[in-house]
């Protein structure tokens, strides 16, 4: 697991939270939201280990935590295969108690910072039913293209940086 540069955002709206890349231990917590918030409802099994994608050293991952413990995380994926310059949004999960505070939003954008820091000119989320208004919140727009994501149909949203 690489562990990035600290860089930290302290946000305060409702919550006080921490916005940084994570390090190794920290990222076992990513593993955990990632899995209650996202694969446990669609029945995936428990990942321990990062997968060899979360390694990749292009791959940026984002957290939020309070009282040290990682309450939200997003990761973005360089995404070679729909052009130069394009990011994927990938794992994008909040703490369910902590939702609809501004935690997640803060989230990503730090990591679309980031991206745009090495080059992004469009970023991808594939939008899970619900999180939809998240997105469109965050200036992303609906382009048509439909995905399929562990059996369900994502529509793609993108976002230009520039
Ligand atoms: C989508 C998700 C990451 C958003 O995280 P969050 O920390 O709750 O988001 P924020 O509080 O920063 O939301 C910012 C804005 O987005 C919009 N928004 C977020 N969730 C919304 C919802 N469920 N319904 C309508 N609008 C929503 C709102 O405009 C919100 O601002 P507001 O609360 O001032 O109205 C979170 O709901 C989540 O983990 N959902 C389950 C997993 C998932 O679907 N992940 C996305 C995979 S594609």
Not at 10 to 20: A, D, L, Y
Not at 33 to 58: A, F, I, M
Not at 60 to 88: C, M, Q
Not at 126 to 147: C, D, Q, S, T, W
């Given at each position: 697991?690489?562990?990035?540069c600290?860089?930290?955002?302290?946000m305060?709206?409702?919550?006080?939270?921490?916005?940084?890349?994570?390090?190794?231990k920290?990222?076992?917590?990513?593993?955990?939201?990632?899995?209650?918030?996202?694969?446990?409802?669609?029945?995936?099994?428990?990942?321990?280990?990062?997968s060899?994608?979360d390694?990749?050293?292009d791959?940026?991952?984002?957290?939020?935590?309070?009282?040290?413990?990682?309450v939200?995380?997003?990761?973005?994926?360089?995404?070679p295969?729909?052009?130069?310059?394009?990011?994927?949004?990938?794992?994008?999960?909040?703490?369910?108690?902590?939702?609809?505070?501004?935690?997640?939003?803060?989230?990503l954008?730090?990591?679309?910072?980031?991206?745009?820091?090495?080059?992004?000119?469009?970023?991808?989320a594939?939008?899970?039913?619900g999180?939809?208004p998240?997105?469109?919140?965050?200036?992303?727009?609906?382009?048509?293209?439909?995905?399929?994501?562990?059996?369900?149909?994502?529509?793609?949203?993108?976002?230009?940086?520039?």
């Amino acid at each position: 697991m690489s562990v990035y540069c600290y860089t930290y955002y302290i946000m305060t709206r409702e919550e006080k939270v921490i916005i940084k890349t994570p390090n190794g231990k920290e990222f076992v917590q990513v593993l955990d939201l990632r899995w209650r918030v996202l694969d446990e409802p669609l029945s995936c099994s428990h990942q321990t280990l990062p997968s060899k994608s979360d390694e990749k050293p292009d791959v940026i991952h984002v957290v939020a935590l309070k009282n040290n413990k990682v309450v939200s995380t997003v990761r973005l994926d360089p995404h070679p295969e729909r052009g130069d310059n394009v990011f994927l949004v990938r794992k994008m999960a909040t703490e369910p108690r902590l939702m609809r505070k501004g935690i997640g939003a803060k989230v990503l954008d730090y990591a679309e910072s980031i991206a745009r820091k090495r080059g992004a000119k469009n970023i991808i989320a594939h939008a899970f039913k619900g999180a939809v208004p998240f997105y469109e919140h965050m200036g992303y727009k609906l382009n048509g293209r439909i995905e399929m994501h562990d059996g369900e149909e994502t529509p793609e949203m993108v976002k230009s940086t520039f």
